[in-house]
């Protein structure tokens, strides 16, 4: 169960952030997935699901991968679109609604505690969710337990925080100026917990995975301007972005200008051109 004891950066449960950031992760969808789309092809192209087939989303968020999932499911099939904040099951519906999904139904679940029946799905999808979990090893023992034998799941994860300015140039102007703790190695929960593969391919052995592989996948975020930029990651970005909701204004332009100049190298195409390098994990 996500431990609503335990605390994000600045004393937000991992709940609570996710509740704060749902309605703007729902708006800002469409640039999201300006990045994210080519990712989410990725990971329904590796998960193959079949006609007929239940398939089980967590961490769903706007649940976009999931409905790609979905399309291949037919009328028999069926899509479990799950996230453990009910803000972002909303969203999920909403957005379901919009794109014509017929065959999902909408759960809060609590990937640490997934409410299904022992090999009741027959593949499972997660994008960028497992590394924010308190306990990542239940989450995935869950994932086993409901996926039938043979049943596959194919998880996404960002790399590592050395090579991705994207999430670092905000991280780091905020640590210095004591707007952020440091963050906390792992097995802490955070975006760069499960940056080494080795404690991915740990992890799911220990749940029972029998075989695992993960290849890379670059995204490469577009921001046109620092400000711009700023904004984005004060709607998106779990804890840098509760950072930056709680700053002054003067805090704020300090911490933008401290960001338009780490962007320098970064400049292309009259904006910025921003990597964020990505672990596809394929486990079963
Ligand atoms: C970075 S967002 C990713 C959303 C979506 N998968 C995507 O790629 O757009 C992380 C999501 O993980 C969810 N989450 C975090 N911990 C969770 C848990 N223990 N169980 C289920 N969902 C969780 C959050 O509510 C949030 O929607």
């Known amino acids: 169960m996500a431990d609503q004891t335990t605390s994000a ?10 509740e704060a950031l749902a309605p703007t992760w729902h708006s800002r969808r469409e640039q999201i997935e300006a990045v994210g789309t080519p990712l989410r092809e990725l990971m329904v192209r590796e998960l193959d699901p079949q006609p007929g087939d239940a398939v089980l989303e967590l961490a769903a968020g706007t649940g976009e991968t999931g409905f790609d999932a979905a399309e291949r499911l037919g009328d028999g099939g069926r899509l479990i679109s799950s996230d453990f904040s009910r803000g972002m099951v909303d ?26 029946a022992d090999d009741s799905v027959d593949g499972a999808i997660c994008r960028f969710g497992y590394m924010l979990m308190e306990d990542p090893a239940a989450a ?10 043979g049943g596959r799941l194919v998880l996404s994860v960002w ?8 999430f670092m140039i905000p991280a780091r102007s905020l640590v210095q ?37 993960t290849e890379e996948f670059t995204l490469t975020f577009p921001p046109p301007s620092a400000e711009a930029f700023v904004e984005f990651m004060a709607d998106t970005a779990g804890p840098i972005a509760m950072a930056l909701r709680g700053l002054s ?8 200008s401290d ?10 195409d009259g904006g910025y051109q921003l990597p964020s390098p990505a672990l596809v994990t394929v486990a079963r």
Do not use: C, K, W
């Open 140 to 149: 995935l023992s869950e994932t086993r337990r409901v996926l039938r034998p």
């Open 177 to 213: 100026r004591g707007h952020l703790p440091p963050p906390e190695p792992p097995p802490a929960p955070g975006l760069f917990a499960m940056a080494d593969p080795e404690r991915t391919a740990g992890l799911l052995r220990d749940a029972g995975f029998e075989e695992a592989r």
């Open 249 to 256: 204004e003067a805090d704020r332009a300090e911490v933008a």
């Open 9 to 18: 950066p600045q004393g937000f449960t991992s709940l609570e952030v996710a």
């Open 91 to 116: 969203g999920a519906r909403r957005r379901g609604e919009e794109r014509g999904v017929e065959n999902a139904e909408y759960r809060v679940i609590d990937a640490e505690r997934i409410e299904l």
């Open 159 to 166: 790399g590592p925080p050395d090579r991705n300015p994207f």
């Open 259 to 268: 960001v338009e100049e780490s962007l320098t190298p970064f400049a292309a």
